[in-house]
């Protein structure tokens, strides 16, 4: 594919339509995965979530210049919400990384949600891919400002970072359960303001009482910053390179991908057999079924199971046929 | 399933930090369903283009109130052609006196919308150039 020859030999247009590509999806977009996936693999993949108004962006851009000072090209995926009713997106992170806006060492790509949970879009997995083939040393994955149960970062990034900021609610309120828990690194920015020492305190008391990401040898560093003046970043990019260090020499590295293999190989079978069910299933069986159910005549999980074996008929069906027409 | 979104740079070029009128616009068109990438103030050229063509979009908009649009739309207008993404579409909103449009349209700067145009005329305006492609 044309497309890949030219990622592949460094043309910046060609990532950034590839990246749209993936956003927009279908058959094309799949077999450029197909043909760009062997030269992945060299990235890494750095995550950066947290509350909404903690300082993500700023603190990307100042991580994006260190690594940038230590010689590495950069990607960074910003993400951010699409509004569930318009469909609509306002991308507003690039204001924050203007500097780093005509780098040649730095791609910087804006991302909408599109209705996916979760802090990621459903196709921030396949950019990484593209900006990983494009040669990029480390990308950095902006997830939307993050609650408490949008973890999908983790199943993307070989290293997250939770950024956490004083003054938003009681200690660490925003982050007590899922995100804590996805944490290698901890930032507490806006180090300047009161209460970031009782935050600082309150996560070493968390990581204290044995809770946080459960590596053996790996204490979550906790790093106070200023992102805004650019204070404590080189701390933040020395403990990313460690924690990869780590990785790399714990064998966890390779676990990791593994498993991060896995789970990317079971969403998209969960997808494709959905997508597989909607063009078997005839659509007055749909609307029979959902009106049974909502005239409680049906209940939803028997109504799934006749579905299911409608599915499985209609493929065995196929098989002894010998396979459809068109396919 | 494919679905093709209209994505939007709004940048603000020269020097005035007056950017009500570029938000406005920017949420016009998030409101239309768009994905709308906000720059925001002070971009020179270089960055404006930059961002266009890292963010793929099919449409600029640009808007000026300091007078130097018939200086920085031209450099813009030349960046992009050089760097492989004059084929967007711009728009171009602010101070732009009547004098100045048509030598802008010729430029290849379509839609020029000053105060008290209406959100419908802008959106139609994009979507409609977009579609032609």
Do not use: C
Request: glycine content about 12%; charged content about 25%; aromatic content about 4%.
């Amino acid at each position: 594919m044309e497309l890949v020859d030219r990622l592949l030999s460094g043309d910046r247009r060609a990532a950034a339509q590839l990246v749209t590509l993936m956003e927009d999806g279908g058959p094309i977009a799949r077999k450029a995965i197909a043909e760009l996936y062997p030269h992945t693999g060299h990235a890494h993949v750095v995550g950066v979530t947290g509350s909404p108004g903690t300082g993500k962006s700023t603190l990307v851009y100042e991580l994006a210049k260190q690594f940038r000072s230590r010689g590495k090209t950069v990607g960074i995926i910003a993400v951010d919400p699409t509004s569930p009713f318009s469909g609509g997106a306002l991308l507003g992170d690039r204001i924050r990384m203007q500097q780093l806006s005509t780098d040649e060492g730095t791609f910087i790509r804006s991302m909408a949600s599109r209705g996916q949970l979760g802090g990621l879009a459903r196709a921030t997995g396949d950019a990484i891919k593209v900006l990983d083939a494009f040669g990029r040393d480390t990308i950095m994955v902006e997830t939307v400002g993050a609650g408490q149960s949008e973890v999908e970062i983790a199943r993307a990034a070989h290293t997250v970072i939770v950024v956490d900021a004083p003054g938003l609610g009681d200690d660490i309120q925003a982050i007590k359960a899922g995100l804590f828990e996805i944490a290698d690194i901890f930032v507490v920015n806006k180090a300047d303001r009161d209460g970031a020492e009782r935050t600082f305190l309150t996560l070493q008391m968390m990581l204290d009482m044995g809770q946080g990401s459960g590596l053996p040898d790996w204490r979550p560093p906790i790093i106070k910053t200023i992102a805004l003046q650019g204070e404590g970043a080189a701390l933040v990019a020395e403990a990313v390179e460690e924690h990869l260090a780590y990785l790399k020499e714990s064998g966890d590295l390779h676990i990791r991908s593994r498993r991060l293999a896995k789970e990317e190989l079971r969403r998209i079978l969960g997808q494709e057999l959905f997508n597989r069910l909607l063009v078997e299933i005839r659509a007055e069986q749909w609307e029979l079924l959902t009106k049974e159910i909502a005239d409680r005549e049906l209940d939803p999980y028997t109504a799934a199971d006749s579905l299911l074996a409608t599915f499985f008929q209609r493929i065995a069906g196929d098989e002894v046929s010998g396979g459809r027409a068109e396919s | 399933m494919p679905e093709r979104k209209i994505r939007v740079l709004i940048a603000k070029p020269g020097l005035d930090g007056h950017d009500r009128g570029a938000k406005v616009v920017a949420r016009i068109l998030r409101d239309a369903g768009m994905e709308v990438i906000y720059a925001g103030l002070r971009q020179t050229p270089e960055m404006i283009v930059a961002a266009a063509l890292q963010e793929d979009v099919d449409v600029i908009g640009l808007s000026i109130l300091s007078g130097a649009h018939m200086t920085l739309f031209p450099k813009i207008m030349e960046l992009a052609k050089e760097k492989g993404v004059g084929d967007v579409v711009f728009l171009a909103g602010g101070i732009i006196p009547d004098d100045d449009v048509p030598p802008l349209n010729d430029m290849g700067i379509e839609g020029i919308f000053g105060p008290g145009t209406s959100a419908e005329e802008i959106v139609e305006f994009v979507k409609r150039r977009v579609e032609r492609g």
